[in-house]
Structures are given as C-alpha cells and as structure tokens.
C-alpha cells in the first residue's frame, strides 16, 4: 500500500553534534514540519552510512545517542514524527541487496561523492561504492514520497528514481518515485569562510555550546574581507555573518545590518553581537530541553521509533520478496 499524505523521509548521519549550519540548514524546518503536522515525517539517523569510511566503533555508538538527543531538544517530538536509527531497521539493507540487482555499475561509478570520497584513498570499501543502494533502500522501503536533498544529493536521489523505474518494469509497481525538495535555506559556510560548515574542518559552532563558547567561536569568524577597518564600507551579500542574519534576524535588523555595513556605521564586532543574541534567544528553550534528555530515555524513544518504522518496513519487504520470487514461503518473523 501507498502511503495517503505526504510521506517525507530524511536521513541525517551520526557524525557528531549538530552545528549551527545543521541547524539553519536543515533541522530547524524539520522542526516547523513536525509542529505544522501536514505531512507523515520519518527522520532516520543513518549509522549504516556512517561506517562505509573508517570509524570508532565506541565513538559512533555514543554520536548516534546524542545525535538523537539533539534532534529531540530541536523539536522532532517523537510523538509527532518517526525518529529511529537505520540500523535497528534491518529491512534498510535487506532491500539494499535487492534494489542491487536493478542497479547499474556504471551508474554507481559515475557518483560525484564516490569520487571525491575514494579519491587518493588507499583502501576503499565496497560499501563506499554501493553507499547509494543503501540511500536508495533508506527511501524506497517507506514509500517516501519527498526527500528533502541538498545539492550534493541530488545525483542520488535520481538514482533512487531511476531503480524504482527498472525495479517496477521488472517486477510490478511496487515503489513510487521519490520527489526531491531542494532546501531553500542559504548555505552556511565554515567559521573560516572555507567551503562548507564542518566538524572535521573544525569551522562550526555546535548548537549546544554554552553561551560564552559559542560567542568565543563567532567572535572571530571570517566576514568581508574588504572591511579591514570600521570606517570601510562592506558587503554583506558576500559575508556568511549577514547570511546567518538572514536565518535568525528579524527584517528590521537585517535592513539595519545592510545600512550599517554598507555605510561603514559600525564594526562587524556589533554586527556578531546583535547575531549571537538573536542567536541566544532561539536557543535558550532548546538548550533546556537538551538538558532533559537522558541516554537511557533516547535509547527508549529511539526503540519506539524503529518499531513504528519496521511495521512500515516490513510491509514493503513482504511486497518485494513476493513480487521477486524470492524465500521459500516458509513463516519469516515479521515478514
Ligand atoms: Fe559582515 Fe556584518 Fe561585518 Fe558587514 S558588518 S562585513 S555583514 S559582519
């Protein structure tokens, strides 16, 4: 069976606290979508992901956890929304092997992020390769519907659509085709200016910092280097301070920002100081709701969540193995 209402899965990866570029980018709308409920939200922390490059096996485990944490202080109320971790779904790679067999090599060999991830790699693993089957299996077991994507995800989630329509020729309409939904948040880039907000880069500040460290991380930030001194004008179209503005400040504000930088009234010292409040205020009920969560309480919530998942899950699978011949009609758990 379809799914009736919009049904929107979105995976995000257990590869540590979430930044404030996670935020603006990403969790804070999927926050909005979970309060507004006018779709069936499925968020999944894809650990299965996580391990297709070197990783601590420890490290990962308590990421996943507090990862989880972070997104229920951000507002994925797991009352109102289907928050699991892949791994504890075993349908994901089950229908991973599957959806293999309907998909090209070559096609896989032409994935941008494979590219960029082996390159100049001494051991590449086979799961780096077939990464987006699994990407595939994360939506297609759902149904979903919509894919929130961003650029550099695109290629994949074309390649999801195109399996659903090799797998269906094949074997009978069993998947639907995936739509993308392109963020319309503006990228944040690194503290440094350089490329994108990221932990290894060590250019974020994570959500969760404490006022006086998250002020220490933006005080220095990159802005435009044109305003060298207070008295030279600057562009904020081109500083990821104004962009930031954008995301948290109030019309008002950033029209006061653009006057003030582009006519040299104030240094880009009051222009973080007006961000990092605006900053504050957002965070300050989010801060004491991460406070509340508790590694056995996740563990709990996360259970629920996969076992609302795998029903879905399970349904798909039982569809798949019929329609592809496949088992030997013996009982299967679950199946
Ligand atoms: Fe960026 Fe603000 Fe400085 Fe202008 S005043 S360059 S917008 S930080």
Known sequence: MSPTKPRVFSGI????????????????????????QKEELIFCIVDAHAITVEYDAKELKKRTLDLAMDLVAC?????????FVQSDVR????????????TPMGDLGRMTQFKDKSEGKEFVSTALFTYPVLMSADILLYKATVVPVGEDQVQHLELARETVRRFNYRHGEIFVEPQPRLSKT?????????????????NTIALFDEPDVFWNKLRPAFTDPQRARKVDPGRPELCNIFTMHKAVSSEDQQKEVVDSCTGAKWGCMDCKKMLFENFNRELVPLRAKRKEQTPEGIVKVLGEGADK???????TM??????????????????
């Open 91 to 102: 349908e994901h790679t089950e229908l991973a092997w599957y959806l293999a067999t309907a």
């Open 186 to 202: 503006p990228r944040i880039l690194g503290l440094d200016g350089q490329g994108k907000m990221s932990k290894s880069k060590n």
């Open 318 to 335: 039982r569809e798949v193995r019929a329609a592809m011949g496949i088992g030997s009609g013996a009982p299967v758990p679950g199946g």
């Open 75 to 83: 507002g994925l109320d797991p009352e109102k929304c289907t928050l």
């Open 309 to 315: 998942a795998r029903a879905i899950a399970q349904g």
């Open 13 to 36: 990866q257990p590869s540590g606290e979430l930044h404030i570029g996670n935020y603006l980018g990403a969790t804070r709308t999927w926050a909005q979508q979970v309060a507004e």
